[in-house]
C-alpha cells in the first residue's frame, strides 16, 4: 500500500499556507463544533514513520480546535500496571465521551509494532484479528474512527531527523528512544505495509499521508478529517433518528433450548452441604493464594433469574477469599455517565488486576437480555452483542484471566415462593420491587432470550454454567466446584 | 493513648461466638443496609499491628456484610504512577459512592510510618496536619469516617506470628515483607502512640481495640461499627432534611474589595502583541521541556467573567505545548456521578502526572461563587471552601506542581459589548446562551463574591492574577507571561 503514497506530492507554497491557515482550520473547527453538537464521539490515530514530523501535524491541527474538546494521548504513556491488563483495556478506558476527541499519536498499532521488534513481552501482545474486531466495535458502536499513516522516504526520514535534533538539542525528551527505526528502512517497510494491508479495512480505512512536505501532509491530513468527520456526522444523525424511530422485529431463526432440560430436583442434605461447603471454601482459598502468585486472574459473571440466589451465592464465593483480593460489581441500568460510553465500557473498566477475583453481579449479558425485551436496544445492535461479547471474552482469556459465567436457573413456582417469602419478612422486604413482578410476567421472552443467549456464547474459553438452583445448597455448592475445578485445570495447564 | 487498651479483656468464650454469630453480625448488616438506605458513604481504616490479625477481623466482618456494598483497599496496592501525584490523590479518587463502603487495610496511615521508618522516600510524605484536615474534609463533607487501631502486645504480636507462618507456609503474600517490626517493638510503640494521639480528633476519633485476644477484637470492631454507623446515619438523615430545608443567610463580615482598583484601560498594540506572542509561546515551549524532564507538573486554574477571554487566553497556552503534555479540562454543573463525591473528587482525579500541565477552564472556585450565589450549597458548606480549597492547593504545590490562579475582569459595558457580538455572529452564537445573561444579571452579587474569594484564597504558594481583559491582547499577554515568570521562578529554585 505504500507505494501508491505520492512523495512527491507539492503544491503551490503560498496557496498552500494560505488554505491551510484561512480555509481548512476554520473548516476544522467547524468539523469539531459538529460532532460536538451532534454528540458524535471521535477517535483519531496517528501512526506513521519516526521522524514524520507527526507532531508537528498534530501540533497545527491544535490551534484549530478547541482544546476543552479533545485529548491527545500516546500508548508509550501507558502505565505498568495497564500493560498487564488484556491489551484493549486502557484504550476501552479512554474512550471519547459523546461530542469529544480522543487522539492517539501511537495507538495499539504502536504496541503491535513494539511487539513485533522485540519480539519478547508477551503481556502486549494482540494480532491484527484482534485489532480489526476491536475497530469493528468502535465503528459498529458509532464512534467516529479515522487512521491516517504518515509515509516519508528514507531520505527525508534522515533529513526530518537531523532537523530535529538541530531544534530541540540534547533537552528533548527520552520517549523518542524507545524503539528504533534507524537502519531499518526496508524491514520497516516490509512490516508497515503488512500492517496497512491487514487492518485496511471497510468500516476503519487507512488514510495514506504524503509526509515529504510537511505542508503537503498537513494539507491531506487537514481535508481528510474535515471529510471524515462531516461524512461520519451525517451518518450518526441518520442512525440516532433511525434508533428515536427504530421498530424493534425480532426475527430468531434457530430455536435454542437449554433450560428445559435442566434437573430442577438436584438437592443436597443440610449437613452434607455444611461439610462440603467448609471443605470447599478452604479449598478455593488456597487456590486463590497460587493463584495471586501466578497472577493469574478470575472474572465470575453471575446471572439469573430474580430470586434465583445470585447473592447468596456470591457470598459464599466471598467469604472464602481475601477481602484485599476480590472486588463485586453490581450492575443495574446504566447511569448518565455510563450512558455516555460504548456498552462494553463499564465493564471492562473493571477488569481484575493480576492475581484478583472480579465477580459480576449482573453483566454484559443485559445487552441481549433485558435491552433485547424491553427493546431498549434496537435489533441490530444487541443481535451483534453475541460475537461482541465473544471477542471481549476471549481477550480476556488470552491475558491470563478465567472467565465462567453461571446461570442460576429455578422454576416459576420457585421464584414465585421466594417472592412470596420475602415479601413477608420485614428483613428481606428491601429485595423485591415492582420491576421484579414486571420481569416475571414476562418469563416466557426471557427463556427465549437466555436460551439464545447461552447456544451463541457458551464458548470453550469461556463457558456457561447452568446452575440448578431450586436448592440454594446444591447451587452454592455447584458454583465453588465449579470454580476450584476451573481454577486447578488452568494453574495445572500453567 | 495505648497503655489505656485493656489487653486482658477476656469475656466468656461460648457466650462471645454466640453474640458476634448470631446478634452482632445481624446488627453489622442492619447498619450497612441503614447506610445504604440513607446514602450515607462510609470510610474505615484499619491500622494496627503487624501480625494483629486485623485480616482475620476484617474476614469475619464481611461474612455479615453485602459484598457488593464495600471495597477493601491497602495503600501498599497504589500503584508507583499514584505514588507521584500529590499524596492524597489515590485516596480522593477512591471515595466511596453514596450508600458504598470504602475499608482501608492500611490506608493514609501506613504510608505515614513507612516514611518514618525508612525516611528516605519523599514522594510518600505527608503530615499529621495534612492527615487531620483530610479527615476534617471527609467528615465536614458527610462521609461516616471509623478509625480502628488494633493494638496487641508483645508476647501476643509473636505467636500471632509463628501461627500465621505455619498455617500459610510459604505460599502467603510477598507483601508481609514491605516492612519490618521485628526486634523493634519499643521503637513502634512511640511512633504508634504519637500518631494516635496526634491524629485523635473531635471529628475522627481513634477506635483502640485491645487485640491480644481475637475473640474480644471481633466483639470490639463489630460493636464500635454497630454504633458508629448508626449514630452517623442519624446525624446524615438531619443533615440531608436540614439541607432540603436550609435557608441561606449571608453574613460577609469583613469587606473585601480587589476588583475596583483593576486598572482595565490597560492595552497593547497588535503589531506588538503578534511580536511578543510569538516570543512568549517560544519561551514557554522550552521551559515546558524543561519542566517535563525535572518532573515539575503545571496547574493553571481560569476563572472570570462570562465573555472575558478565558477560552483565547487558553487556546495561547494550549499553542505553545506540546498536545502530548497538557490536558484542558472544563467544568460546568456536576453530572450524576460527580454530585454522588466530594465536591473537589472531581477536581483531584484531574491533578497532572509529572511534567505535564493541566488547565481548568471554571474551577474548584465554582464552590464560593455560583454555589454561593445560586444558593445550591449551604452558607455553612460553601464558607467552610476557603479553607479546604487552600489546603488541597497546599497539598498540590508541596508535590512538585506549580499551581496559578486567573481571574479574567472585565467591566460590565465590555461584556455586554462581547454578548451583543456573539449574538450577531452566527459562527460565535454557540458561545452565548440564556444562563450567561442570567449571570450578568447578579452582577454586584459576583463581584462580592469574587473580592471575598480571591482576598481568602490569594495565597503565597498558589496565587491569584487578576488580568486585566478588556483588551485581550494585553490579557493574552499576561497570562502568558505570568505562567514564564512563575516556572522560571521554580526551576531556578528546583
Redesign the interface.
Known sequence: MLKKVNLDAKLKKSELKKLLDEKLGYELGKAQ?AAR?AGMPVIMVFEGWRNSRR?EI??KM??FM???GF????SS?I???ERKLPFFTPFWKRLPAPGHMA?Y?HSWYYLKNDMEVKNEEKSVNTTFDHINAFEKQLTDGHYCLLKFFVHVSEKQQEKNKKNIIKE?GK???PIHEIYSEEDQYDKFYKRYNEMLKATDTEYAPWNLISGDDVDVAEYEVFNAIVDGINKAVKAFTTYKEAQRLSTNVSDSKRKYDVLSKVDLSKNIAKDEYKAKLAEYQKRLR?LQ??A??KGISTILAFEGWDAGGK?GA??RV??AL???D?????YSAP???ERMFHYLWRFWINVPEPGQFA?F?RTWYGRVMVERIEKITPDVDWRRGYDEINEMEKEWTEANIVVLKFWLQIDKDEQARRFKERENNP?KL?KITDEDWRNRAKWGEYEDAVNEMIGRTNTDYAPWIIVEANSKYYARLKVLKSIIDALEKKLKDK
Chains 1, 2 share one sequence.
Not at 485529548?71 to 500516546?74: D, F, M, R
Open positions: 463544533r453538537d507532531s498534530l501540533g491544535m490551534q478547541d482544546a476543552r485529548h491527545v494521548y500516546t504513556r502505565t505498568e500496571e487522539i499519536r530541540t533537552a528533548w525528551k488456597e493464594v497460587e495471586f502468585n447473592g456470591i457470598k466471598t467469604e481475601d477481602p484485599l476480590f472486588s463485586v460489581h453490581p447511569n448518565q455517565v465477580l453481579d428483613e428491601w
